[in-house]
């Protein structure tokens, strides 16, 4: 499951932040706001999403970098999540 989450997020920025031509330019650690893939509007954007397409509540406290702004981090909080429910 876990590089189903990273696939499935990675074609959502893409699609949506990136316009799909650049996937290819961050790397599955590479930090969205350092690599400026992600401004502070879209992280709400992906919140939502992550939200919807893997049925979990993000609370307030968990939207830190830790959790978000990477593909490596969003993979492990959204597992934790999951593996939660």
Partial sequence: ???AIKQQV????????LMG???AEFADSDSFM???VI??????????YLE???GI????????????????NIEAYVS????LH
């Fill in 1 to 3: 499951m876990p590089i």
């Fill in 10 to 17: 990675r074609a959502y920025i893409l699609d949506n932040f």
């Fill in 21 to 23: 031509t650049q996937g």
């Fill in 34 to 36: 350092e690599h400026h």
């Fill in 39 to 48: 401004d502070s509007t879209g992280f709400l954007e992906l919140v939502t």
């Fill in 52 to 54: 919807e397409a893997f």
């Fill in 57 to 72: 509540r993000v609370e307030d406290e968990e939207m830190v970098p830790e959790n978000l702004d990477s593909l490596d």
């Fill in 80 to 83: 934790r999540k999951l593996t």
